[in-house]
């Protein structure tokens, strides 16, 4: 992608002051393949990602306890979601990995691009200190939800999540069964005897390998609100 390109129409960027537009089109863009590490956690924080196309999932790994070594996902961002936040502003190194889950072009800011950039619009600073409100806020809605409710109430949610995203079409819970486990906060093994009792009860069905349908949303929401 051509440095000069124009930056996509991301909520983020959109009714900025030009003069914010054009300092932000001057960084840097990186494309990483699908699977490939944007930074590893530990790394020192010196740039601010913005996704320009693609996804990026974020996932922090348990260092100690019965769970030591177990990943676990903190978010995924998708075109317009932005990455690394926390340590940039606040100082210090990346408390988690990013990884690309498919292809992803990311547009990569230093605090020199940023600080320019809302000296020319201060709306942009508002704008970021939205996001990382809203990410607080999903954060503990998780684990609200993971320390007081079961794997079952849990898959649950998710999958009635996943359906009104998608409708009546097939949907995957994530790329792998892993990540989806790390998702719910638990492991594959159990994740795959769940959904088994899940297909069992004919909560759902899977009209494909890894792609499922919900047959009884009534019964799903009664689990999930238990």
């Known amino acids: 992608m051509s440095p000069d390109a124009p930056l996509p129409d991301l909520p983020l960027f959109r009714g900025l002051a030009p003069a914010a537009t054009r300092v932000l089109a001057t960084a840097p863009r990186r494309r990483f393949r699908a699977g490939q590490t944007l930074w590893a956690a530990g790394a020192d924080a010196g740039a601010l990602a913005v996704v320009l196309s693609g996804q990026v999932r974020v996932v922090r790994a348990v260092a100690a306890g019965r769970s030591a070594g177990r990943q676990y996902g903190v978010h995924t961002e998708g075109p317009g979601g932005t990455l690394g936040e926390v340590p940039f502003f606040a100082g210090g190194r990346y408390p988690a990995t990013a990884v690309a889950t498919e292809a992803t072009t990311c547009l990569l800011l230093d605090r020199d691009t940023v600080a320019r950039a809302v000296a020319a619009d201060p709306e942009l600073a508002l704008r970021w200190l939205s996001r990382l409100a809203g990410r607080v806020r ?60 899940f297909r069992a009860a004919c909560l759902v069905s899977t009209p494909t390998r890894g792609r499922y349908v919900v047959t009884d949303r009534a019964a799903l929401a009664r689990l999930a609100a238990e």
């Open 138 to 197: 999903r954060l503990l809605e998780r684990l609200d939800q993971q320390t007081g409710r079961t794997v079952e109430q849990r898959l649950a949610t998710l999958l009635l999540a996943r359906h009104a995203a998608r409708g009546r079409a097939p949907f995957a819970l994530a790329a792998t069964q892993a990540e989806a486990a790390e998702e719910l906060g638990t492991v594959r093994e159990v994740l795959v005897r769940t959904l088994g009792r």
